[in-house]
């Protein structure tokens, strides 16, 4: 399921009881709705009987030899769904072909009618509680869909924006947005409290045969069922941020049953099955890496009337139990319980298998989430040693109750740190100590990095894309040769016609001899992705075209030769395209014939020309705002445009003294600019310049090596930390960037074995955060591409290091639209928490107690000369400046003991 991790839940199967497990005696089921036909609250059991308007009823947990069965009378006709309250386990809510919407209070044996709402547009098809507002509900009749609020028994919002009959209907996990399937092949987008009308919508299955929708556990991404144009059975996985195809798809069979899916939010497990059939799958669904992949499949003894699956609480989590169906055939009801084998001890709770799950208390009443409040609710724990006993208890299991942990105070753990507190200082981010002498010395030597210590790992060779032949030599110095994105790699091959191989990451390991590529007809100068769609490549060519390619979410399988767009762009070859990084479908172009342009990819026009450059244009780079655009030129002068006030430059100012190629980029939130270029003796250097006024020239500059190649700076903002490469060489330099004197603090480099064509880094969230790994890297070589891990060494590694993990910036989505950027609006996206579920941050961890470390009477007994104390302070020095040339990573953890570390 993702690139790099293995499923925890890929051996996960389904345990069928024997027949004296079964739920017996429950009277004739009804055939003839096409919904669940069953739903599990946390103490009862309700599904449709063989009576129309009649829904039986019975108790989840066992009571005694005998099991008791009730029957509650609700409406006139078929019941076609139900539901519990997530919030109120005897509130009930039922839907039925009579137009009526009816609540109940349900207790013991009996069910009190409390309200009944009439639907608009016909019989009721679905319904469904809101994920963390009390008493709000929301049903589909007809081509309509209405929101309750059943607090004062009132509708708040009519859907009616529905050209058919609505399918399917399902609030998203944050309680949001709404979306729906229809007969008319469309799903839907709603955001009720905003507007009535659908937001986005989008051609759904090719077949109008019965659809259903389910949110993932990403608010972003959208699940839905149906058939396809042959009539075979298929998913399809939406993702809002480009929702006019779906991401990926998945087809079943060709069988003609109505599919019923059950998704949990906790582990992205989705159950699948028909009515009137015995089979059951069972798949993950991915949405990190969207991917559909099938874990396993089953076939009953019965044939399935209708499913539910048994609330969170009620698992037997000591015994690995992920899931448990309860399967609606024509006599039974038989609990199949979906675990993980785990070769552990029987009572040790497998907490990667089980994240937290959300509470019975809601967040919020209707009537605040009306007014615009939205707030989740609070998790809780399945772990039994954490929570009181649940109300559900699986047949005839016992409930220990386990003393309650101590979280506030945890175990040292192996890392902790042991000083003497008049000698030493804490940091409370990282748990790092530093004596007096030591911060004494630095005193001396000038500040260091925090990240100094940052180490390059190439991660294990089964992630690794190989066979990989070809690669062309000979793209621009102005390129950065290749490029990637979450999903894949575009890489120029040095064959005829301008191909770009173009690969999957999610699929690494020996690629066949010959690819099928995008095939431009001319040599390409540089290429890159479109930053909010992941599908699409954008090139430059020396015929001075930008061609616009839309890569099929399957991948290539074909050789692609017709671009969806082509802009005649300029008169001479493209130097480089870069994407907006706040705005959609706006892109920048620079060519040899001087010229900036800037294009609106989604009307195929050129909006601004920017002039004023005198020679080639070596870089350009996008404010982290996207409000200017900085350029650097073979001149020897550094620009910096606004696009929309002016076609020519703002300020000017001195750049790097040799001819021989430079990059610029933003730094420090686009306080200065840094670029990377040649001084007058072709040596490698690094100048720093502020963007409030160029003309002052640099304000720090620092000298690399001398090598041919251009260093290509990659800047991290989160972390303030810079990485440079050039094509051929086989180091990467590594410095953190402040905002003050002296600018730049030198980090460890990272060095490879042999020479590579450059780096393309990844997005944050695709990180191993829990590793405190800070970026990750595609590294491309002659005949392969390797992903490469820059991690953090950090003690205690339980917490989530929140000092070098702060909030992150979606980057991956755009915050306008190409008109509103182009009408004058600037804005950013939004920021992120990278902390893993679960982890604690290291800034709110229990402070451990120091403990005092004495040391022997001899040392302060033992007379030495005042030689002897020089020659101790000298070798003190030398050995610190050695320890910054080539430092161990056992230095980021000053006041250790050397008994601590642990020998590898």
Known sequence: MNRFKTSKYKNCIPKIPKKEGWIADIGGVSTSSSGDNIKCGRSRI????????????????????????????????????????PFDDNLLTTGSADQTVKLWHVSGDAGDLTATLTAKGGHVKALQFHPSADALLVSAAGKSAQVWDLSRNIALAALDDHGDLVQGICWSHDGVLIGTSAKDKRIRIFDVRKSPGAVQDAQGHDNNKDSRVVWTNSNNHLLTSGFNQVRERELLLWDLRNFSRPVTSFSLDASSGLLIPLYDVDTGLLILAAQGE????????????????QLSQ?????????????????????????????????????????????????QEFSSELFPDTAGYTAALSSQSWWAGEDKQVQ??????????????????????????????????????????????????????????SQRSLQSILGPSSRLRHTQGVVLHRDNHITNLKGVSQSTPGESDGFCANQQRLAVPLAVAGGQVAVMELSQPGRLPDTLPTVQNSVPVTDLTWDPFNPHRLVTGGEDGRIRVWEIPRDGIKVTLTEPQIVLAAHN??????????CASDILVSSSYDLTLRVWNLKTEKNVFTLQGHE?????????????????????????????????????????????????????????????????????????????????????????????PSTLIPYYDPDTGLLLLTGKGDTRVFLYEVIAESPYFLECNSFVCNDPHKGFQYLRKVDCAVSDVEI??????????????????????????????????????????????WLSGKDKQQQSINLCPEGMIPVSQAPKEAPTKKYVPSSVYLQEKTDEQKKEELLNAMVAKLGNRDDPLPQDAFEGVDEDEWVST
């Open 298 to 346: 089953c076939v009953t003894e019965q044939q399935s009337r209708g499913l539910a699956l048994a609330p969170k609480l009620c698992l037997d989590v000591m015994g690995s139990e992920v899931l448990r169906l309860l399967q609606l055939t024509d006599r039974f009801i038989i609990p199949i319980s979906y675990t993980v084998p785990r070769k552990q001890a029987a």
């Open 379 to 436: 998790k809780v724990s399945l772990n039994p040693a954490r929570r009181s006993p649940p109300t559900c208890l699986p047949c005839k299991e016992k409930v220990t109750n386990h003393p309650e942990p101590n979280i506030a105070s945890p175990e040292p753990s192996d890392g902790s740190v042991v000083s003497s507190p008049s000698s030493s200082v804490t940091s409370p981010s990282s748990g790092i100590v530093s004596s007096t």
């Open 775 to 820: 970026l990750r890297a595609i590294r491309l070589c002659n005949n392969s591409a390797e992903p490469v891990a820059f991690r953090v060494p950090r003690v205690k590694k339980e917490f989530f290091q929140d000092d070098v993990f702060p909030p992150s910036r979606v980057t991956w989505e755009a915050a306008l639209t190409a008109e509103e």
């Open 46 to 85: 309700v599904y449709n009987t063989d009576s129309p308007g009649v829904l039986g009823i019975t108790s989840l947990e066992e009571k005694g030899e005998k099991r008791t069965f009730s029957r509650l009378h609700c409406h006139s006709d078929v019941v076609t769904d139900f539901a519990f309250s």
């Open 572 to 581: 001479e070859r493209i130097y480089t395209v870069r994407f907006h990084p």
């Open 615 to 707: 020679d080639q244009i070596f870089s350009l780079a996008w404010s982290p705002d996207g409000k200017y655009l900085a350029t650097c030129c073979k001149d020897q002068r550094i620009r910096i445009y606004e696009p929309r006030v002016s076609n020519q430059a703002q300020q000017e100012g001195a750049g790097p003294e040799g001819a021989r190629g430079a990059r610029i980029l933003w730094v420090c939130d686009g306080k200065y600019l840094l670029v990377s270029g040649f001084d007058s003796r072709s040596e490698r250097q690094l100048t720093l310049h502020s963007t409030q006024d160029l003309s002052q020239g640099p304000i720090a500059t620092v000298s690399i090596d001398v090598s």
């Open 278 to 293: 015995g089979t059951l799958y069972c798949m993950e669904v991915g949405t990190e890496t969207p991917a559909l992949a």
